[in-house]
């Protein structure tokens, strides 16, 4: 089952950072709801080099027609060159909540 609508993943060099590019996304309704994990430990390869570092996780919930629109808003207030943004597919769910998220973004 498709239900259209998707959970982003975003790493963010702060807790700070997380909550200002949370709240712009929510504001202009390209998210329903953003939850910010603090304290994620990333391991990566950047540049030739396996690197390690303190992140902060959002998880955005929003539809798969306002990924472009995010991607670009979340690109203008990030700080990393290349950030993290992944869209999963939210395949089913209470149809309470898909209901609220809908109309969230609208």
Known sequence: MDTGYVAALITASSEDEAARIARALVEERLAACVNIIPAVRSIYRWEGKVEESAE????????????????????ALHSYTTPEIIALPVAGGFDGYLEWLGASIR
Do not use: G, H, Y
């Open 56 to 75: 902060t996780m959002l998880i955005v919930k929003t539809d798969a027609a306002n990924m472009a629109p995010l991607i670009e808003r979340v690109r």
